[in-house]
C-alpha cells in the first residue's frame, strides 16, 4: 500500500515537472538533486548554454544513453556519454544524485544502470551541474579546495578531449585520464582504440588499438611531442604538458572561449582535432594526428629511420645495414636494421649525431631533467647498455637528458625541426662512416673503375655533341651571338603552317580553347596523335622574324615542371603562332569561381596548387636564366594537367611584345585589374614584387574560391582583399575559407595561407616578401610577421586606379599584358 501511493507521488512529480518543463520550454533545469531527479526528455545546461545534459540515441540505434553534448550546435555532437556499456532500452529512464553524492541511473523497474563513485560522502546536499566547460560535477557545496567535487565528469574522459580536460594520470589518486574510441557510430561502448600518455620510460603519447600501438606521438621535448611536427603555436588554443611527482599530463585551452574545438578519437581509432566553423556550420578539421606512413609506429624496424620525402622512405642509421635484406629489397622493412659492427663496449664505443630526427620510443629510455648534454653522453657511454642519448628538453639550445637502453624503434626524419639523437656504435664504425670507405675493398674498386669508364664515356659523347652542335649552327638562323653561354641554344621545332592548319582545322571555331591578351587559342591534334595548343598570337607585336625567334627561343628554355611547355613555334608571313602542350583540365579559374566545379578542388588540391604556382614564379624570377617577370598572373593563367599540377602559362610573352618601358606606359596598360598592385597600376612601376601581389590575390582566390574583383559582401564595400583584411584585423580569418572545402582542409595550413597571402599582398612593395621568402613560408612553419593593409583593398581605391590607367575595359576581357626582362 505504502508502495503505491508512493509511486503514484512520483509519478505525479515526475508529471509536474515535465508539464514545468515542457512550460518552460528552452530553459530546462539547472542541477539535479536528490529531489530533483531528470528522466528522459528533460535535460540539464551550462550557464552559458554551451552543452547540455540529457539522454539521447547514438546515430541509428534506438537505445538510449545519458550524455552531454554542444547545445549551441544543432549537430548534437556528443561529447560525453555516462552509460556507454549499458544502455537503456527505452525512455523511462531517470538521473538522481542520491544524498551521499552518488549519481544514479535508473531504468523503469528501478534498477542501477549505471552509477558514479564519489570520492567521500557529502557533508550538504548534493547537487550535480553541468559547467560552461561541459564538466558534468557533483559537489555539495562545502568546499573551494582542490577537492571541491565529489566528482566530475572530466575525470572519466569517453572520446572527445574538451578544452581543460587532462590526458595523463594524476598519480596521487590514480585518476587515469585517457580518449576510448567508440564501437562504432551507433555504439558508445568501450571500442579498440585508446589515446593515452604511456608512463613506461619516459612518458610519450601514443594511439593503441588494444595493447597495440599504432602511432606515437612521442615524448614531450619542452614545446611538443617529440614527433608531431604540426603542433604549433596557432591562434585557437594553447597547450601545456606537465610532468612532476603528483601529475603527469597534457591539455590544451581555448584562446576565444567562444570558438568550439576539441580533439576526438572516433571509432575507426583516427585522431583529429575539430574547430566549428559558424559560417559553414560545420566542424571543419584542424589537426590530424597520424599524417603519413611514417607516423606508423615502427614502420621501419629498429636502427632505421622513416623519412616521408626519400624514396623508399626507409633507410638503416649509418653503421647498420639490413637485417634480412631479402625482405628489405621487397620493401618489407618490419624487420629492421642490425649493427654492422658489433659493440665492445671495452675498447670504447663512439656515438653518432642524427640532426632532425623523432626521438625513438621512449618505453626503455629515462629522464633526468638536471643535466646537460655533455653529462648525458659521458652517462651513456659510462654504462654498456646505453644504447643512445638526448637533450629532454629542446628549449634555449637544449637541457635535460634521455638515455635510451633497447634497440631505438621508430624513429623518423624531418626535413624540417627535430631533435639532435646520439647514437651509440662501434668505435670502428665511426671511421668507416667519416671516410665513406667501404669495407669491401674489391667494391670500391669496382666502383672507380666504373667511374672512369663512365667519365671516359660521357666525354666522347661530349666531344661527338659538341661536333654535331657546330655543323648545325651553322645553317641555324637560331644563334645567339651576344651571350658565349648560348652556344649550347635548344633548337626549338618550326612547325609549318600547313600541320597547323590540320591540326586545328583550318583554326575551327570549334577547336577554340580560349582568348588571351596575346591572341587566341586553339586545340589540336597533331598525326601522331598529340595533342598541342595553338597560340595564335595577334599581329601588332611589331618585331622582326628572327627576333620573334631569338625570343621563342630564350622562352622555350624556360623549363619547370610548373611552368606550361613550350614545345615549338610556327611562322609564316604575318603569322605568328606558339605550340605548347596541352592541358587536359583548363585552368584555374574554371574550376574554383564555378559553383559546381570548385568541388573538385579540395583542399589537398588547393594547397598542391599553391605550392606550384609559388615555385613556378620562384623559378620565373630567380632560378632561370632570363629573370621574368610575369605580369599578369590571374587565375585564368594557370593551367592544370591531367593530376591538376599547375602550370603558369603566357610567361614571358609580354618580352616579345614589351618594347621598351616608356611604351608599355602610354601604349598599353598591363596586367588584368584584380591582380595588379597599386604601385604598377598607378605608377607603371613594376618589380618582381607586383607578380607577388598578384600572386597574394591569387592564394586569396583560391582559399576562398571567390573573385577578387566583383567580390561583394553586404557588410562592407571592400573587394576579397579588404574582406581577407577586414577578417584578419577581427581574428576571425577562418571564416574566409570556401565553404566547400569542409573537412578536407588542415586549418592550420589554410591559415598559414591567408597570413603568407596578406604579406604578399601589402601596399608598399618592400614590405613584400620575395618569392623565395613565400616559398620558405610555406615550407615550415616559422613564426611570420604581422601583415601590414594590403594596396588597393576598396572598391573605391580601384575605380581610382582604373580611370588613372588607360581605361581598356571594355569586356570581361581586360587583360593587356605585358612581361618584362630585368638584366641580370
Ligand atoms: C533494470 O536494471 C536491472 C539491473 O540492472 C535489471 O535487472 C532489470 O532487468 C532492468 N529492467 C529493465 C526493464 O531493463
Ligand atoms: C568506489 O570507490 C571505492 C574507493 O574510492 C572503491 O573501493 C569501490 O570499489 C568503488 N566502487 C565502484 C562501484 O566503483
Ligand atoms: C605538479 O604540477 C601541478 C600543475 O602545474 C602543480 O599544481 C603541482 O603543485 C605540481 N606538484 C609538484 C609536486 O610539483
Ligand atoms: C571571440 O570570438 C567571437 C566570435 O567569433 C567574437 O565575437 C569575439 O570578439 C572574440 N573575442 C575575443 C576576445 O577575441
Ligand atoms: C574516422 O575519421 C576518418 C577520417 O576522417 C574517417 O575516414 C572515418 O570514417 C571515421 N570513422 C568513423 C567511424 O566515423
Ligand atoms: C640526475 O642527475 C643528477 C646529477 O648526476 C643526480 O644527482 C640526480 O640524482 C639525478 N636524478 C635522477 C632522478 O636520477
Known amino acids: 500500500m505504502k508502495g503505491t501511493t508512493k509511486k503514484t507521488l512520483e509519478r505525479l512529480l515526475f508529471l509536474c515537472s515535465f508539464v514545468l518543463s515542457s512550460i518552460r520550454t528552452s530553459t530546462t533545469l539547472d542541477t539535479v538533486t536528490p529531489s530533483q531527479p531528470i528522466s528522459d526528455g528533460q535535460t540539464i545546461v551550462s550557464p552559458g548554454e554551451s552543452f547540455e545534459l540529457g539522454f539521447f540515441s547514438p546515430g541509428s540505434s534506438r537505445n538510449r544513453y545519458l550524455g552531454i553534448w554542444y547545445k ?124 593515452q600518455i604511456d608512463l613506461h620510460g619516459v612518458p610519450q603519447l601514443v594511439l593503441k588499438k588494444g595493447s597495440v600501438i599504432q602511432f606515437r606521438a ?113 620493401l618489407d622493412w618490419s624487420d629492421g636494421c642490425a649493427r654492422r659492427t658489433l659493440l665492445d663496449c671495452d675498447k670504447g664505443d663512439g656515438f653518432l649525431k642524427h640532426a632532425g630526427v623523432k626521438l625513438p620510443d621512449t618505453t626503455y629510455a629515462s629522464v633526468n631533467k638536471s643535466i646537460g648534454l655533455e653529462k648525458c653522453g659521458e652517462l651513456c657511454s659510462n654504462k654498456c647498455s646505453c644504447t643512445a642519448y638526448a637533450n629532454s628538453d629542446v628549449r634555449g639550445g637544449g637541457s635535460g637528458c634521455i638515455l635510451w637502453f633497447r634497440d631505438l624503434i621508430d624513429i623518423r626524419e624531418f626535413s624540417d625541426g627535430g631533435q639532435d639523437l646520439y647514437i651509440r656504435v662501434a668505435a670502428s664504425e665511426l671511421g668507416n662512416i667519416g671516410a665513406k670507405r667501404s669495407s669491401n675493398d674489391k667494391k670500391l674498386l669496382g666502383i672507380i673503375f666504373g667511374s672512369v669508364i663512365f667519365i671516359a664515356m660521357l666525354a666522347i659523347g661530349l666531344i661527338l655533341y659538341i661536333r654535331k652542335k657546330k655543323a648545325k649552327t651553322k645553317n641555324s638562323l637560331e644563334k645567339d651571338c651576344d651571350d658565349e653561354d648560348e652556344n649550347e641554344v635548344m633548337e626549338l621545332p618550326i612547325f609549318d603552317m600547313k600541320t597547323i592548319i590540320k591540326a586545328t582545322e583550318n583554326f575551327s571555331i570549334d577547336k577554340k580553347l580560349g582568348e588571351g591578351g596575346f591572341g587566341t587559342v586553339y586545340k589540336g591534334n ?95 624570377h630567380q632560378d632561370s636564366r632570363l629573370r621574368i617577370i610575369h605580369r599578369d598572373l590571374k587565375a585564368s593563367n594557370v593551367l592544370l594537367d591531367s593530376k591538376m599540377d599547375p602550370k603558369i602559362s603566357d610567361f614571358g610573352l609580354a618580352r616579345m611584345f614589351g618594347g621598351d618601358e616608356t611604351e608599355a606606359n602610354t601604349k598599353k596598360v598591363v596586367g588584368t585589374y584584380g591582380y595588379m598592385s597599386p604601385e604598377y597600376a598607378i605608377d607603371g612601376l613594376f618589380s618582381v614584387k607586383s607578380d607577388v601581389f598578384s600572386f597574394g590575390v591569387l592564394v586569396l582566390e583560391i582559399v576562398s574560391g571567390r573573385k577578387n574583383r566583383g567580390f561583394n559582401h553586404p557588410d562592407h564595400q571592400h573587394n576579397l582583399l579588404g574582406h581577407a583584411w577586414r577578417l584578419w584585423m577581427e581574428e576571425r580569418p577562418l571564416e574566409l575559407i570556401d565553404d566547400i572545402l569542409g573537412e578536407s582542409c588542415a586549418l592550420s595550413e589554410v591559415l598559414r595561407c591567408i597570413h603568407v597571402a596578406l604579406l604578399c599582398v601589402q601596399q608598399r612593395p618592400d614590405d613584400r616578401p620575395s618569392m623565395s621568402t613565400v616559398v620558405l613560408m610555406f615550407g615550415s612553419d616559422t613564426m611570420l610577421p604581422q601583415p601590414k593593409q594590403p594596396g588597393f583593398f576598396t572598391e573605391r581605391n580601384v575605380v581610382e586606379a582604373e580611370s588613372s590607367a588607360s581605361k581598356n575595359d571594355s569586356s570581361t576581357k581586360n587583360e593587356i599584358t605585358i612581361s618584362l626582362l630585368e638584366p641580370r
Open 218 to 330: 612521442g615524448s614531450w621535448n619542452g614545446i611538443r611531442w617529440s614527433g608531431a611536427q604540426a603542433m604549433v603555436r596557432n591562434p585557437v588554443y594553447t597547450y601545456e604538458f606537465v610532468s612532476n611527482e603528483t601529475y603527469v599530463y597534457y591539455k590544451y585551452e581555448l584562446l576565444n572561449s567562444s570558438v568550439f574545438s576539441r580533439m576526438v578519437l572516433n571509432a575507426s581509432g583516427v585522431s583529429q582535432r575539430f574547430t566549428w566553423i559558424d559560417r559553414s556550420h560545420s566542424w571543419v578539421l584542424y589537426y590530424v594526428v597520424i599524417v603519413d606512413q611514417c607516423d606508423n609506429y615502427a614502420f621501419c624496424g629498429a636502427y632505421a629511420s622513416c623519412n616521408i620525402n626519400k624514396s623508399p622512405v626507409c633507410s638503416c642509421l649509418q653503421g647498420f645495414e639490413p637485417k634480412s635484406p631479402r625482405d628489405w629489397s621487397f
Open 526 to 620: 597533331l598525326n601522331e596523335g598529340q595533342e598541342i595548343a595553338v597560340k595564335r598570337l595577334s599581329q601588332d607585336s611589331g618585331q622582326g622574324l628572327k627576333e620573334f625567334k631569338n625570343e621563342v627561343i630564350l622562352i622555350a628554355k624556360l623549363q619547370h615542371r610548373n611552368l606550361v611547355k613550350l614545345l615549338g613555334c610556327c611562322v609564316e608571313r604575318d603569322e605568328r603562332m606558339l605550340i605548347y602542350e596541352y592541358m587536359p583540365n583548363k585552368s584555374l579559374d574554371y574550376f574554383i569561381f564555378d559553383e559546381s566545379r570548385r568541388k573538385e578542388l579540395d583542399w589537398h588540391n588547393r594547397i598542391n596548387i599553391i605550392n606550384g604556382i609559388a615555385r613556378g614564379l620562384l623559378y620565373l
Open 72 to 195: 549551441k550546435i544543432s549537430m548534437g555532437t556528443v561529447v560525453w556519454v555516462a552509460n556507454r556499456e549499458a544502455p537503456l532500452f527505452d525512455h523511462l529512464g531517470v538521473l538522481k544524485v542520491t544524498p551521499q553524492g552518488n549519481l544514479v541511473l535508473l531504468n523503469s523497474t528501478k534498477g542501477i544502470v549505471w552509477s558514479s563513485n564519489t570520492s567521500r560522502a557529502a557533508e550538504n546536499i548534493p547537487d550535480a551541474r553541468l559547467l560552461e566547460s561541459g564538466n558534468l560535477v557533483v559537489e555539495d557545496g562545502n568546499d573551494d579546495g582542490p577537492d571541491k567535487y565529489l566528482w566530475q565528469s572530466f575525470d572519466y574522459p569517453c572520446d572527445t578531449l574538451l578544452p581543460g580536460m587532462k590526458l595523463g594520470r594524476n598519480l596521487a589518486s590514480g585518476f587515469d585520464w585517457f580518449l576510448s574510441s567508440w564501437k562504432s557510430t551507433d555504439d558508445p561502448a568501450h571500442g579498440d582504440f585508446t589515446f
